[in-house]
């Protein structure tokens, strides 16, 4: 509760308290002193009840969640110079403007980019994201205890308490993890869309190969 709140807590609390006790020291009860007593009474409970609102309007922010991993940045190797700098100022973009602690995209089978607190555990895809491909529309995990699934996001670091599972048409997924639970706002999963968008098109010129190669062809 900030301090605006308190103040107006304490006013309501001892304001209500002066009346009851004005009203049980009178020496008699009359209709004006009643009245009086009612509408202070009133005020009283008023000033609390916007201490309350107050404190719902502005809530607690949660606090970050100590994280393992250090801070990096990975890109594979065989990337276009162009690609490469749209996913430096765009990954380095997100994490600094929004709460995201970690960022990671996944095109093809192959993990592209890892940027902010890096996991060595490979990432594949599980039931979650499939769902995010299957669908076209991304999934947003605000507190991912809740979540029996969230084994699948090995590659993000150990513990994460939300994340973002945003898909790059049916081939691709970017994560976003967040520091703490409930931490992203739709503002930040709108930045996240869009620079997904605008990935899309750079990202299905590559000759990507999957991540297995293919079974040989039988003989004929």
């Given at each position: 509760?900030?301090?605006?709140?308190?103040?107006?807590?304490?006013?309501?609390?001892?304001?209500?308290?002066?009346?009851?006790?004005?009203?049980?020291?009178?020496?008699?009860?009359?209709?004006?002193?009643?009245?009086?007593?009612?509408?202070?009474?009133?005020?009283?409970?008023?000033?609390?009840?916007?201490?309350?609102?107050w404190t719902r309007a502005m809530p607690a922010a949660p606090e970050r969640v100590a994280l393992p991993g250090e801070q990096g940045l990975?890109?594979?190797?065989?990337?276009?110079?162009?690609?490469?700098?749209?996913?430096?100022?765009?990954?380095?973009?997100?994490?600094?403007?929004?709460?995201?602690a970690s960022l990671l995209l996944h095109w093809r089978g192959r993990t592209l980019l890892r940027r902010g607190l890096l996991d060595p555990?490979p990432f594949a895809p599980g039931a979650i994201c499939q769902r995010a491909l299957a669908t076209g529309r991304p999934v947003s995990l605000?507190?991912?205890?809740?979540?029996?699934?969230?084994?699948?996001?090995?590659?993000?670091?150990?513990?994460?308490?939300?994340?973002?599972?945003?898909?790059?048409?049916?081939?691709?997924?970017?994560?976003?993890?967040?520091?703490?639970?409930?931490?992203?706002?739709?503002?930040?999963?709108?930045?996240?869309?869009?620079?997904?968008?605008?990935?899309?098109?750079?990202?299905?010129?590559?000759?990507?190969?999957?991540?297995?190669?293919?079974?040989?062809?039988?003989?004929?």
């Open positions: 509760m900030g301090l605006g709140a308190r103040l107006s807590l304490a006013a309501g609390v001892l304001g209500l308290a002066l009346c009851l006790l004005n009203q049980f020291t009178a020496p008699g009860l009359t209709p004006a002193l009643e009245r009086a007593g009612v509408l202070a009474s009133v005020l009283a409970v008023g000033l609390m009840l916007v201490a309350i609102l990975e890109l594979a190797p065989d990337l276009p110079e162009a690609l490469r700098q749209e996913l430096g100022w765009g990954s380095q973009l997100l994490l600094t403007a929004t709460p995201g555990r605000v507190n991912l205890a809740l979540y029996p699934g969230r084994g699948e996001f090995a590659g993000l670091p150990e513990g994460i308490p939300a994340v973002i599972v945003q898909p790059i048409g049916g081939e691709g997924i970017l994560l976003l993890a967040g520091w703490s639970p409930r931490c992203f706002s739709r503002s930040d999963e709108t930045w996240l869309e869009g620079w997904a968008r605008k990935l899309r098109t750079p990202l299905e010129q590559l000759a990507c190969a999957p991540s297995s190669p293919p079974p040989p062809a039988a003989a004929g």
